[in-house]
Each structure stands twice: as structure tokens, then as C-alpha cells.
């Protein structure tokens, strides 16, 4: 059983900044990939970044705005928590993220994830 707690959430303005942290409980986090979602009012929940327990990454390409060169996901074992630094944020950004873990290998699909966080919510104004 994994825990995940998501924080560092907030308003911010266009062009700014905001680091995520997802503290997860539970045992053998590094043998779990981690990955961060989001979700804006009215649309589907979607990936935005994974990472594998060796530290391997990726991120989401398949929004017209892509995330890739602007947010970095990484993962601490020994804190047991993955990261999502946001820069230059948009408008666009606005979203509930959330964070999710499911066993070794990451997905871009969220029904493979077995495990979720509440989510926090980023508000970019422009």
C-alpha cells in the first residue's frame, strides 16, 4: 500500500514558477514509477511527467502545449518523493495535479496507476 501526498500548489502569474512535492508512505518506493497527472475543469485528466525508480524520465507530448522543456520531474528514494518543477507557467497550466505510482515501469495511462493523491491545485492568471 502507497500513500501519496501532494503539496506546493498555489496562484501564481504567467511566466512564473512552482515546484510540486509528492511525499509517498509505504514500503520499496524506488521499486515504483512515479508519475504526475493533471486535470482541468471540464476535461479529461492527463499525463504530464513520469519517472522510473532508477530515475528515468519522460514527459507528455501529446498536448498541443507541451510541458517538455519547461517542467522537470524528478524523484528523491531516500525521501521517498518525486518533484515536478514548473517554469514558465501558462495560463494553459491551470490544473488539479495530481500524483500517482504504480509498480517499476511509468505509464501515460491513468488506469494503469494503482495509487493516487488528492491533488493540488495550480492557478496561473494572466
Known amino acids: 500500500q502507497v500513500q501519496l501526498v501532494e503539496s506546493g500548489g498555489g496562484l501564481v502569474q504567467t511566466g512564473g514558477s512552482l515546484r510540486l512535492s509528492c511525499a509517498a508512505s509505504?514500503?520499496?518506493?524506488?521499486?515504483?514509477?512515479m508519475a504526475w497527472f493533471r486535470q482541468a475543469p471540464g476535461k479529461v485528466r492527463e499525463f504530464v511527467a513520469g519517472?522510473?525508480?532508477?530515475?528515468?524520465?519522460?514527459?507528455?507530448?501529446y498536448s498541443a502545449d507541451s510541458v517538455k522543456g519547461r517542467f522537470t520531474i524528478s524523484r528523491d528514494n531516500a525521501k521517498t518523493t518525486v518533484y515536478l518543477q514548473m517554469n514558465s507557467l501558462k495560463p494553459e497550466d491551470t490544473a488539479v495535479y495530481l500524483c500517482?505510482?504504480?509498480?517499476?515501469?511509468?505509464?501515460?495511462?491513468?488506469?494503469?496507476?494503482?495509487?493516487w493523491g488528492q491533488g493540488t491545485q495550480v492557478t496561473v492568471s494572466s
Open positions: 519517472v522510473s525508480g532508477s530515475g528515468a524520465t519522460t514527459y507528455s507530448t
Open positions: 509505504g514500503r520499496a518506493f524506488s521499486t515504483y514509477a
Open positions: 500517482a505510482a504504480r509498480p517499476w515501469v511509468y505509464s501515460d495511462y491513468d488506469p494503469d496507476y494503482e495509487y
